[in-house]
């Protein structure tokens, strides 16, 4: 297994009472009333946290005289983690699409097994993970190359067709029109007041491609200088009173559309930002493990920081360890009103 980063108890223990399964293989729980050790994710009911300790690597944990648990078989799950990230990185290198039998026969598990286990990890299946590349392959080269044919090969698809049947629509454009900085799509865009001041909002037909605080429709023309910019209409209005919503409501459901992409990694932050509940917080180390990779913290950070519809993808209830808030694009503050709402409103529902 391998050792985890440092993290502070009050995590440790929050990840371990939820059984949190993005933090096996992260580190141990030590049970001092039974002796044993377990993943924090053991089925096994919880003793009181004064009887807890935790150990960031079965080696620690037997040295402080605790042996493994028989439920949960804390020692295997090193091995299921090295055998996601071999996958991946099987699926970045490869030039060709990799059935999942050959991703699962090359990292030694079965099939069926190995499909649940990557998905549990990383938050989608096999194959999506390896559309998400290509598609992100493709728009790093539909920026790049002279043409689209060029641009589709290059990111690893067989033929044009391909592309077009699988994953063109990630984008949220055309290929030919990212190639040419949004040429033939017309994104529109809007200011609407909310208690935390201006929010700027913009959509393609499709939905949502920018949410922001203290921006303009110049950060459009600069992200897309082809598009065509224009001033909204009442659909944009309507879409834009919704976010507002979610600013000042953000206990009610709000299921917008999105027109947004990313790397697969950021993709996978952004889907882990969204499950994280009101009034709740995740640290960036638990959004690295949520998108299967524990180690990229920083990154996780980063994807945080490059989310395109602020609100709607909450980033703000990402922080540090240890309860530090981190960094927000749009300040402190905003971040700190934000968490505080959600938490009130949290309360309420609790009440």
Known sequence: MTTAPALDDDTAWRAFAARDRAWDGRF???????????????????????????????????????????????????????????????????????????????????????????????????????????????????????????????????????????????????????????????????????????????????????????????????????????????ALAELAAHVVAAVESPDRDHDLPLDVRGTAFQEAVWQALRTIPIGETRTYSELAALAGRPAAVRAAGTACGQNPVSIVIPCHRAQRIGGALGGYAYGLDRKRALLATEAGQRADLQE
Request: aromatic fraction near 8%; charged fraction near 25%; glycine fraction near 8%.
């Open 28 to 234: 141990l729980v030590g049970v001092k009333t039974t002796g044993i050790y377990c993943k924090p994710s053991c089925p096994a009911r919880h003793p009181k946290r004064e009887n807890v300790s935790f150990h960031p690597d079965p080696a620690s944990a037997r040295a402080a005289g605790f042996r493994a648990c028989l439920r949960c078989t804390p020692d295997t799950v090193g091995r299921d983690r090295i055998a996601v990230a071999a996958a991946i990185a099987l699926l970045e290198v490869a030039e060709d699409r990799l059935s999942l039998d050959s991703v699962a026969a090359q990292v030694g598990y079965a099939p069926h097994h190995f499909h649940r286990l990557f998905k549990r990890a990383t938050g989608v299946t096999p194959a999506a993970y390896a559309r998400a590349l290509r598609s992100g392959r493709a728009a790093d080269a539909l920026s790049e190359d002279s043409t689209v044919t060029e641009a589709i090969y290059d990111a690893g698809y067989s033929a044009p067709s391909r592309f077009y049947e699988a994953d063109a629509k990630r984008l949220g454009m055309a290929p030919s029109a990212w190639a040419r900085g949004g040429d033939g799509v017309t994104i529109r865009w809007t200011v609407a007041d909310t208690s935390l001041g201006a929010l700027f909002v913009a959509a393609t037909d499709k939905g949502l491609c920018r949410v922001s605080f203290d921006e303009d429709a110049d950060e459009l023309r600069r992200r897309f200088p082809n598009a065509t910019i224009e001033a909204g209409d009442s």
